[in-house]
């Protein structure tokens, strides 16, 4: 099993709303990983979890707030966005973030696409 | 920082051969991979080189140079369906001990016409 699913896949929230975004994976995994994507452009990366710790937080507002309740799941919190947060959400996960044998390339999730009216 | 640096479109005919150039500046340098996205989709692997040289894959070879700060993926025999966003992305060392981390560059979009 190389997948990693995300839900919901689309979510339309209003900015006083508060919602979650759920990633999950079952390759034993213990690097998980959100980005954001807007129209046309690269993923930005957001946070990095590493063996279900937080390693990496690019600067990200507080309006968005990580958690890893296990190996297995990762979600984000969103409270209070703005339209301009309204992207393409992607989930990660690889094998392992710090150094270590192979490459361990990433696999996305299908993304849940957000609006924020 | 990281910058990296890739055509924004390229198209090319179905049965051909296309290279997508990729250059990029970093330091901590710890392998680059390629990803095909398309449009409404989740970014899919392809490549990944950490030594100099190329790497085949069927249709689908990548190169680096390291010195140069230089990759390339080449497609070969042309497909409709590999009209997508390639990414290139660098994987580095963040300064802050042995994490590493994965920035992308904009992407080249492909358009495979008959």
């Known amino acids: 099993d190389t997948e990693v699913t995300q839900t919901p896949k689309h979510l339309v929230m209003g900015m006083t709303n508060k919602k979650s975004l759920k990633c999950e994976q079952h390759?034993?995994?213990?690097?998980m990983y959100w980005y954001k994507q807007k129209a046309k452009k690269p993923p930005e990366l957001m946070f990095v979890y590493s063996y279900e710790k937080l390693s990496i937080n690019e600067s990200v507002p507080s309006r968005f707030s990580p958690e890893c309740p296990n190996s297995s799941l990762l979600n984000l919190h969103l409270h209070a966005l703005q339209p301009e947060d309204s992207a393409l959400y992607l989930c990660?996960?690889?094998?392992?973030?710090?150094?270590?044998?192979?490459?361990?390339?990433?696999?996305f999730g299908p993304g849940t696409r957000l609006t924020v009216t | 920082g990281q910058n990296i640096d890739q055509p924004t479109e390229m198209t090319a005919t179905e049965g051909a051969i296309v290279q997508i150039n990729c250059t990029y500046q970093t330091s901590g340098f710890n392998g680059l991979f390629w990803y095909q996205q398309h449009a409404g989709e989740a970014p899919t692997f392809l490549s990944y080189n950490v030594l100099d040289g190329l790497e085949e894959k069927g249709r689908f070879s990548s190169f680096l140079s390291r010195s140069k700060g230089y990759s390339y993926l080449l497609l070969k025999e042309l497909q409709m369906k590999d009209s997508a966003s390639y990414l290139c992305a660098v994987r580095a060392f963040i300064s802050s001990g042995s994490a590493r981390q994965l920035t992308f560059g904009s992407g080249t979009q492909l358009t495979v016409l008959p």
């Open positions: 390759m034993g995994h213990r690097a």
């Open positions: 990660a996960s690889s094998q392992d973030q710090v150094v270590g044998q192979g490459h361990y390339e990433q696999y």
